[in-house]
């Protein structure tokens, strides 16, 4: 004979949500240069205190952007896959949830359903080989 599983006292808590922040305090080191392709793309996050920032950094032609993880559609982190928010061929960045596409300099809008809108900067710097925020 079984016996029936008696439920738990409570059900178990979720976890607390975490304190996010959109800025950066400048010259904190991310990576090595080498460390993003070109075309290619590199998430981070950040904690600053008790709060998390979550950015990434894409480069095209030797040039390098940061942005704020947070899609101007619906506010969610661009990439369903970490470090991919490039398309395959590197030409834009992808919003993976609902297709938004951002030219990767500029950050700007260029098709789905937030076109015209863009990308929050997130201002890095290359210093000595590394990628720092600026
Ligand atoms: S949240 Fe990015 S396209 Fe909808």
Not at 29 to 44: H, K, N, Q, V
Request: aromatic share 8%.
């Amino acid at each position: 004979m079984s016996e029936t599983p008696t439920p738990p006292e409570s059900a178990p808590e979720s976890p607390p949500e975490r304190a996010r922040v959109w800025t950066t305090p400048a010259n904190v080191a991310l990576c090595a240069e080498a460390d993003i392709a070109d075309p290619g793309s590199r998430g981070f996050v950040l904690q600053i205190g008790e709060a998390f920032f979550h950015g990434f950094v894409v480069r095209e032609a030797g040039q390098l952007a940061g942005y704020v993880d947070r899609c101007p559609h619906q506010g969610f982190p661009l990439a369903i896959e970490l470090d991919r928010y490039l398309v395959p061929d590197g030409a834009l960045i992808l919003c993976g949830w609902h297709g938004a596409v951002f030219k990767p300099l500029t950050g700007d809008c260029v098709g789905g359903p937030c076109a015209g809108a863009r990308l929050t900067p997130w201002p890095v710097t290359v210093r000595d080989g590394v990628i720092r925020t600026a």
